[in-house]
């Protein structure tokens, strides 16, 4: 199955979304993000992706109750945000996370890094943001790192999943860098692909580029995106679709 993961991105307890000068609030549900939640359970999602900006860049954690709470709807918790530390991957799993993503930050830490996928296995997703050809974090603590290399020896260190997003995309409409998607799949690794999906044709195309899933944020909250018809992509088998391109 191909996983559609609609996105919630929160700052200050709110909606926001990201923009190069930081989060800003967004207006969509009044600024809910469980009223998001709730709408995503009702289009029938089995994952919400919940993004913490206040970690991302103010350094502190503060999704632990969204968390918990988003999963007490019977929803799968991706949880991600610049999360770089053992303890902060710690107390997002006791919250309830399914899915831990560990931000680009910490691979600066090979160590670190290391340690962390060894001890949460398929359960540690490992954000790989991309940005003219480069891993470049966004938000607190950026670092620049070449692509080729770090997909390399997070392979060799055994990542069991990417998430790769194509900064220059995300919040915009200009659809799936596919270019990008299907130099990460080389690696062997299965990819969750986020930034710039704009209708159900580009998760086929991401499928068809070899990522097991999508994260999809903005779109799908402000309504220009149909979740619904994005989750039955998810759900359609590969032989349906090559007969309904």
């Known amino acids: 199955m191909f996983e559609v993961i609609p996105a919630i991105d929160v700052a200050g307890a709110r909606l926001a979304v990201y923009t190069p000068e930081g989060p800003a609030p967004m207006e969509a549900y009044h600024g809910d993000p469980l ?146 998607v299907e130099r990460v799949v080389r690696s062997g690794v299965p990819v969750l692909a986020a930034g710039g999906v704009r209708s159900p044709g580009d998760l086929e195309l991401l499928r068809r580029a070899g990522a097991e899933g999508a994260v999809i944020g903005r779109a799908a909250i402000e309504g220009s995106l149909d979740l619904a018809a994005c989750l039955a992509v998810g759900s359609a088998s590969p032989d349906a679709l090559e007969r309904n391109p």
Do not use: C, N
């Not at 992706?49 to 019977?74: I, N, P």
């Not at 931000?103 to 003219?132: K, S, W």
């Open 35 to 180: 009223a998001a939640a709730r709408a995503f359970t009702k289009a029938g999602a089995r994952w919400v992706h919940v993004v913490d900006m206040d970690l991302a860049y103010g350094g502190e954690l503060r999704t632990q109750s969204l968390v918990e709470a988003v999963a007490g709807m019977g929803l799968r918790v991706q949880a991600g945000g610049g999360v770089r530390s053992p303890g902060d991957v710690d107390r997002l799993f006791a919250a309830g996370a399914s899915r831990v993503v560990l931000g680009a930050a910490a691979f600066g830490d090979d160590a670190v890094a290391r340690r962390l996928i060894g001890a949460h296995g398929p359960r540690l997703v490992l954000g790989i943001e991309v940005d003219d050809g480069r891993i470049r974090s966004r938000g607190r603590d950026p670092v620049d790192l070449g692509l080729a290399d770090t997909l390399g020896w997070l392979s060799a260190a055994g990542a069991a999943r990417f998430l790769v997003t194509a900064v220059g995309r995300v919040g915009g409409l200009a659809g799936p860098d596919l270019d990008l």
